[in-house]
């Protein structure tokens, strides 16, 4: 029996041990043999340990030699088109959309073609420390399925493009409720609509979609000034920016998270702290396509909350967040100086400041008791991390996402050294290379 004088001992589930805890707590406290313990998917204690012999947990996953952090999150990707990855490459962005893209997802596009791709882009992001990313697509049930099933975290928005221009607004609401009813039953996916952009949705929808996220509480994920093109149409149509539109018809009073920003004016910076909006910073596409640099430095200055985002396999061509870490330190020197956004800086760009972006930063973003335990080990083994001085400029700088040997949502283990455990990788890669073939034909 129990002492009557001690409470009883709690046995975690999960015990994380061994490695260098960057917590990115307030204090950025860092923790050198850090252990680590879960409970029914949360964090219940932080503690450093010279010994493994206090271990007591059901299952122990061995951290040495490995920098544990919050996993990732991925803040705006198109899932789906992983299936599309290299099928569009060296075009600029309205051509690359108009005359490729919307034609191969108008052939191809189907719950199967989405719900193959999201499984893919799982596997890309289990292996490369993603733990939560925010999508926008369409067949968005098919995608959060496959999240369900990998054990990932996901915001799935369902997509919104009139392109044919004659839309009943009446069936585009009634396909968001029947998506709103499909994916009640995944408890690891949170609903937002996603309208695409400015110019693929027309005035009056746009006004319907406000409303209608603000009546059920939804976020909001869109495309926002992404290229320079896109905010002269916008001015010569509206006389104003597409940032001062949104705030004109009060889609700025939902939970909005923009994506790209890259042609923004002081005005609309000081619109979208105003109001909050989280801003998705997703360099490697944007360059990949010829649209510029967004202005991360200011609006961070201005207090605009980031997170990094790959855009999809189609415009990128890979997942890897930290790639995409390193793309955009250094290019943020070529626009603002050496110094103005540092390597730390980058890596609560990916973990709590993304979480704060998205409103989710007293659930994730960081290793703090209490909090759910979504977090992955980097290893530090391999010659590219040898002599590591700075753990921040090691993430930032040198290490990619094969570095990344476990992984851990909810408590659940995804990934243990190296192997994916939640999803068939050889499955699905056979039947994702028969789709190549199909649609190369």
Same mark, same amino acid.
């Given at each position: 029996?129990?002492?009557?004088?001690?409470?009883?001992?709690?046995?975690p589930?999960l015990t994380?041990?061994?490695?260098?805890?960057l917590?990115?707590?307030?204090?950025?406290?860092?923790?050198?043999?850090?252990q680590?313990?879960?409970?029914?998917?949360?964090?219940i204690?932080?503690k450093? +340990?010279?010994?493994?012999s206090?271990?007591?947990?059901?299952?122990?996953?061995?951290?040495r030699?490995?920098?544990?952090?919050?996993?990732?999150?991925n803040?705006?990707?198109h899932?789906g088109?992983?299936?599309?990855?290299g099928?569009?490459?060296?075009?600029?962005?309205?051509?690359?959309?108009?005359e490729?893209?919307?034609?191969?997802?108008k052939?191809?596009?189907?719950?199967?073609? +989405?719900?193959?791709?999201?499984?893919?882009?799982?596997?890309?992001m289990?292996?490369?420390?993603?733990t939560l990313f925010?999508d926008m697509?369409?067949?968005e049930?098919?995608?959060?399925?496959?999240v369900?099933?990998?054990?990932?975290?996901?915001?799935c928005g369902q997509?919104?493009?009139?392109?044919?221009?004659?839309?009943?607004?009446q069936?585009?609401f009634?396909?968001?409720?029947?998506?709103?009813?499909?994916i009640?039953?995944?408890p690891?996916v949170?609903?937002?609509i996603a309208?695409h952009s400015?110019?693929?949705?027309?005035?009056?929808?746009?006004?319907?979609?406000?409303e209608?996220?603000?009546?059920r509480?939804?976020?909001?994920?869109?495309?926002?000034?992404?290229?320079?093109?896109?905010?002269?149409?916008?001015?010569?149509k509206?006389?104003?920016?597409?940032?001062?539109?949104?705030?004109?018809?009060g889609?700025w009073?939902n939970?909005?998270i923009?994506?790209?920003c890259?042609c923004?004016?002081?005005?609309?910076?000081?619109i979208?702290n105003?109001y909050?909006?989280?801003v998705?910073?997703?360099?490697?596409?944007?360059?990949?396509?010829?649209?510029?640099?967004?202005?991360?430095?200011?609006?961070?200055?201005?207090g605009?909350?980031?997170?990094?985002?790959?855009?999809?396999?189609?415009?990128?061509?890979?997942?890897?967040?930290l790639?995409?870490?390193?793309?955009?330190l250094?290019l943020?020197?070529?626009?603002?100086?050496?110094?103005?956004?540092?390597a730390?800086?980058?890596?609560?760009?990916?973990?709590?400041?993304?979480?704060?972006?998205?409103?989710?930063?007293?659930?994730?973003?960081s290793?703090?008791?209490?909090?759910?335990?979504?977090?992955?080990?980097v290893?530090?083994?391999?010659?590219?991390?040898?002599?590591?001085?700075n753990p921040?400029?090691?993430?930032?700088?040198?290490?990619?996402?094969?570095d990344?040997?476990?992984?851990?949502?909810?408590g659940?283990?995804?990934?243990?050294?190296?192997?994916?455990?939640t999803?068939?990788?050889?499955s699905?890669?056979?039947?994702?290379?028969?789709?190549?073939?199909?649609?190369?034909?």
């Open positions: 029996m129990n002492s009557p004088d001690k409470p009883p001992k709690i046995i589930d994380i041990w061994g490695g260098v805890a917590t990115l707590n307030k204090k950025n406290e860092i923790i050198a043999n850090a680590i313990d879960i409970r029914h998917g949360r964090i204690a932080i450093s +340990v010279d010994k493994p206090e271990l007591t947990a059901n299952k122990v996953i061995d951290a030699n490995c920098l544990v952090l919050p996993g990732f999150i803040g705006h990707t899932t088109m992983t299936l599309l990855r099928i569009a490459d060296d075009k600029p962005l309205h051509e690359w959309l108009h490729k893209i919307f034609p191969l997802e052939k191809w596009g189907s719950k199967e073609f +989405v719900y193959l791709g999201t499984l893919l882009a799982s596997l890309e289990i292996r490369s420390g993603t925010n697509y369409y067949f049930e098919s995608a959060a399925r496959a369900h099933e990998s054990g990932l975290r996901a915001i997509t919104l493009i009139e392109i044919s221009g004659v839309e009943e607004a069936k585009i009634a396909q968001f409720d029947e998506y709103l009813s499909q009640q039953n995944y690891r949170l609903p937002a309208p400015i110019y693929g949705v027309s005035d009056p929808v746009w006004k319907k979609v406000s209608y996220a603000h009546q509480n939804l976020r909001v994920h869109l495309h926002l000034q992404e290229t320079q093109a896109e905010v002269e149409e916008c001015r010569q509206r006389k104003m920016t597409p940032t001062a539109f949104f705030e004109k018809i889609l009073r939970r909005s923009a994506a790209h890259v923004l004016e002081d005005t609309d910076i000081e979208l105003r909050q909006v989280g998705v910073h997703n360099p490697e596409s944007n360059l990949k396509l010829g649209a510029g640099i967004a202005p991360i430095v200011k609006l961070r200055q201005e605009v909350k980031i997170a990094l985002g790959t855009d999809g396999a189609a415009s990128n061509n890979n997942l890897d967040l790639q995409e870490a390193d793309t955009a250094k943020q020197v070529l626009q603002s100086g050496i110094g103005k956004l540092k730390e800086d980058i890596v609560k760009i990916l973990t709590i400041e993304a979480a704060q972006a998205f409103k989710l930063d007293h659930e994730m973003g290793l703090e008791v209490g909090k759910s335990a979504d977090l992955i080990a290893s530090v083994e391999a010659p590219h991390a040898t002599p590591l001085y921040f400029s090691h993430l930032a700088y040198s290490a990619s996402g094969c990344v040997k476990h992984s851990v949502v909810g659940s283990v995804l990934m243990e050294n190296r192997k994916v455990l999803l068939d990788e050889a699905i890669l056979e039947e994702a290379r028969a789709w190549g073939r199909r649609i190369a034909q």
